[in-house]
Every structure is written in structure tokens, then in C-alpha cells.
């Protein structure tokens, strides 16, 4: 009793904590802990829709499972990397990339990192709205809504906004409480779902290049892809693991935390979808158990906030890596702020929202090859070993130095190259080289292949450190 008060107290106090390396009696946090952070980020609706665009694309349920899991397998690999690289140093995502980028260099994939999380804060919320109000519709309240629509916006988001705020220890406590909650409700929620379908194993509408087609589609939306997708939030929580916890516990935790639930709530999407029914496995349950609404309900509103947490309290500290002077918190209520105003134009923009969320599906363009970049400068040429110190030295002192342009070039090389080789659901997203390979979708793959080799060759040319010319200050 006396342990669970003294773990609230530390719950509900305000992190102090912005970018600088977080003291050695502050990380306390456990990889079970860091599993129930990751594994409630992934429990979403967007991973059963996902899911079921093998069964839409033409693939077979099995051909479905075998490229969600294999994909998971190596993109949730790149995903426990980057954990280790912020439990080594105790340094956030985007300050780590400094040593890569250069001092102000750096502020390139910072600001992409702000403007993305942002909009998915907006986004995540608006985009199970419909689904909130369909379960209401099952429980008896036959005439929700814009005004339903937007009490429960605004309540999603001001949960969100709260935990966000109060920082990383409430995060956490915030996970550890609901996520088992959630698996619960999810293993219901799939044998309930099962009993009602007639799952499909074998049929395929897809042939030859079609097949080939449909599965580099699904191993961008939710195989390889969808691991990539989260190496930009990796080290911000992870820099708060116990020092001395192995490295190959923080890999292996982190990695099963995303694969689990997107592979399972994947094989769900696509096993209710090979049966031929377009229903939503939400509203496919709760309109058969009237009584289970409650609980879908529940796993709904969970998984926006379970993911927007963290959108918002990465978005606070890339905004600090772009050396904003500022307490986290004061930046965490300016993010929040526009994080609402966009909710707000989503709910009265249907159409516009829906081409935005469109358009974010494809951050993995930008996300790749910006991974490309820091995969090949911390193993191939720092030998997982960086100087902490240096990330806070000034410009003109640090050894990274101010722009590294080797990475800028190979970074934004590496996003044309995704860009003409993906498949996006925007026509501008949709490159010529995808278009003439029969909408052929690698765009993970050219995108972290093209910036890591350009990195490699340019960076004896054009990123050679130095020792500092004078003594470093932090800032």
C-alpha cells in the first residue's frame, strides 16, 4: 500500500526534465515498464484497418500473416536499435542526432519530427470519432452528433494533455495501469469477433506482378514500414531506463512491445476481412454484444491517447532540440494548443482531414532516410559510442560541428529516392519509378538504402570532426 502511494506521488509530479541527459537517480524505469509505453502506443484501431488491406490489396489471409510478421520481425529490430541508443546515453531521439546531423544541422529532422507529431496529435484523435459515435449508436444513444463529436474530442484531448504535461513518470504510470487492461479487452474482443465470422485462409484475388505489388504495399503500411515509423520517439523514453539494465534486455523488450500487438490486431483486421464482411471489428462486436460496447468503447478512446501522449511529449522535446529556451511544460501547452485547433478544423474539414491523414501515412519518406543516416554514423563509424557532452556543446565548439552537410544531402536524397519508388495514398505520393514498376511500393527501403550510402561515401569528404577549437559550453 505504502509502495503503490509512494509510486503515485512520483506519478503525478511534474517532470522537470527537458533534453539535457537525464541523471543517473532519475532513471528508474524498468523494460517491463517500457513494454506496457510501446505495447499501448500500438494498440490502436489503425493496426486492425491496416491489417485488413492484405485481405483489399488481393493477398490471402495466410500470405497476409506471413508478410506482417516477417515484416514486423526486421522493422521492429531497426525499432530496439534506437531504444539502446538513448539508454546508453540518456539523450532523446532528436539531440542524439547531432552527432549525425551536426550541431544546428540537426534542426532539419528536428522540425520535421515537430511538425509530424503535431499532426498526428490532431489526427489520432479525429480519425475514431466516427467509430466512437457508431458505438454509442449500439448502446442506445440513436442521434450522436457534431456536438457529441466534439465533447469527446476535446475530452480525448485534454486526458492527452494532462499526462503529456505532468511528463514521463505519469506516461508511464499511465501505461502500466490501462495497456494490460486493453490486452484484455483485445483477446475478448478477437474470440468474440471469431465466432462471428468465417475466417479465410487461402483465397487470393492477386496474381504475379499484382501479388508482388500488393506485398510491398502491406511491408510499407504495416510491415517494415510501420517499425521505421516509430525510430523518431525511440530514445525519448528509453533514455530513462536504469543505467546498467543490458542492452540486449532494452533490444528485446522493445522490439516485442511493437510487434505483438501489431501482428495480432493486424491478423485481426485481415481474418474479418477475408470473410468478405467490410465491418470494423469494433463495431462487428459491439453490434452483437450489446453489453461488450462498454468495454470496445473503452479500447477506442484508449488508443489515441495511449499514442498521443507521446506524440505530444516528443513534440515538446524536438521543439526544445531546436534550442527554444523554455520549460518542457510551458512548450508542452503551446503544442497542445495548436494540437487542438487542428482537432477542431479535422472535425469541421472532413474532406481536408482526410487527405491530411493521407498524407501523414506516408511520413515513413522522410523517417527512412533520416534512419538510413544515423544507422551507418552509430555503427558503422562511431562503434555504438557516442560523446554525450559534445551534443550540448555550442556550434562553433562541438566536435560534431555546426552542419554536417553529409547528412543533410544524403537525408534528402534519401527522401526523393523513397518518394519515386512509394506508393502513396496522394496522387503527389505516388513516384515515377513506383508508377512504372506496377505501383511497386519500397519506398522504406530506397529511402534508408540511398541516405546510408551517400552518408558513407560523403562523410570522409564532408563530415571529418574536429577537436574543438575552444572549451565546450552547453546550452
Same mark, same amino acid.
Given at each position: ?32 515498464? =517500457? ?57 532523446? =531521439?532528436?539531440? @542524439? ?33 466516427? @467509430? ?27 486526458? =492527452? ?16 495501469? %490501462? ?40 511491408? %510499407? ?19 530513462? *531506463? ?15 512491445? *511493437?510487434?505483438?500487438? %501489431? ?203 574536429? =577537436? ?8
Amino acid at each position: 500500500m505504502e509502495q503503490g502511494a509512494r509510486e503515485l506521488a512520483e506519478a503525478v509530479q511534474l517532470d522537470e526534465h527537458g533534453i539535457a541527459p537525464i541523471r543517473a537517480e532519475d532513471r528508474t524505469s524498468t523494460p517491463w515498464q =517500457q513494454f506496457w509505453i510501446w505495447a499501448g502506443a500500438n494498440i490502436a484501431p489503425i493496426n486492425w484497418v491496416l491489417g485488413a488491406l492484405g485481405i483489399v490489396l488481393g493477398l490471402s489471409l495466410v500470405e497476409t500473416i506471413v508478410v506482417l510478421v516477417v515484416g514486423n520481425v526486421v522493422g521492429c529490430a531497426f525499432f530496439g536499435l534506437f531504444c539502446v541508443m538513448g539508454h546508453r546515453t540518456g539523450v532523446n =531521439q532528436m539531440v @542524439l542526432s547531432r552527432a549525425a546531423f551536426g550541431r544546428r544541422g540537426a534542426y532539419l529532422p528536428a522540425a520535421a519530427q515537430l511538425l509530424m507529431t503535431m499532426g498526428w496529435l490532431g489526427v489520432n484523435t479525429w480519425v475514431v470519432l466516427d @467509430l466512437v459515435l457508431g458505438i454509442f449508436k449500439h448502446m442506445g444513444y440513436d442521434h450522436p452528433g457534431t456536438g457529441t463529436k466534439y465533447a469527446v474530442g476535446i475530452g480525448i484531448m485534454a486526458v =492527452q494533455v494532462v499526462i503529456a504535461i505532468v511528463g514521463f513518470y505519469l506516461i508511464q504510470a499511465f501505461e502500466k495501469v %490501462t495497456v494490460p487492461l486493453a490486452g484484455l479487452i483485445v483477446l475478448a474482443m478477437s474470440g468474440l469477433a471469431w465466432t462471428k465470422v468465417d475466417v479465410v485462409w487461402t483465397h487470393s484475388t492477386a496474381h504475379g506482378a499484382d501479388k508482388v505489388t500488393a506485398i510491398t504495399q502491406l511491408l %510499407t503500411a504495416i510491415g517494415v514500414g510501420w517499425g521505421i515509423t516509430w525510430l523518431t520517439w525511440s530514445s525519448d523514453y528509453t533514455r530513462f *531506463i536504469e543505467p546498467g539494465t543490458p542492452d540486449r534486455k532494452v533490444f528485446w523488450t522493445t522490439w516485442s512491445a *511493437i510487434l505483438i500487438p %501489431t501482428v495480432w490486431l493486424g491478423f485481426l483486421g485481415a481474418s474479418i476481412a477475408s470473410s468478405g464482411t467490410d465491418a470494423d471489428p469494433a463495431d462487428l462486436v459491439s453490434a452483437a454484444f450489446g453489453a461488450a460496447s462498454v468495454p470496445i468503447l473503452f479500447l477506442v478512446m484508449h488508443g489515441p491517447v495511449a499514442t498521443n501522449i507521446l506524440n505530444l511529449y516528443s513534440a515538446t522535446l524536438a521543439a526544445l532540440s531546436l534550442d527554444v529556451k523554455a520549460a518542457r511544460w510551458k512548450v508542452s501547452v503551446v503544442v497542445s494548443i495548436v494540437g487542438t485547433g487542428a482537432l477542431v478544423w479535422f472535425i469541421e474539414s472532413e474532406s481536408w482531414a482526410k487527405r491530411f491523414d493521407q498524407w501523414l501515412a506516408s511520413v515513413v519518406l522522410w523517417i527512412s532516410a533520416w534512419a538510413g543516416v544515423m544507422f551507418v554514423d552509430y555503427i558503422v563509424f562511431r562503434r555504438g559510442k557516442i560523446d554525450v557532452d559534445a551534443l550540448y556543446a555550442a556550434p562553433a565548439s562541438s566536435i560534431y560541428g555546426d552542419v554536417n552537410w553529409a547528412a543533410v544531402i544524403g537525408m534528402l536524397a534519401g527522401v526523393v529516392a523513397g518518394w519515386a519508388w512509394g506508393y502513396g495514398l496522394v496522387g503527389f505520393l505516388q513516384g515515377p519509378i513506383a508508377k512504372a514498376t506496377h505501383n511497386v511500393d519500397i519506398s522504406w527501403l530506397t529511402g534508408f538504402g540511398v541516405a546510408a550510402i551517400l552518408y558513407y561515401l560523403l562523410r570522409p569528404l564532408l563530415g571529418r570532426e574536429s =577537436q574543438p577549437t575552444q572549451a565546450p559550453t552547453t546550452v
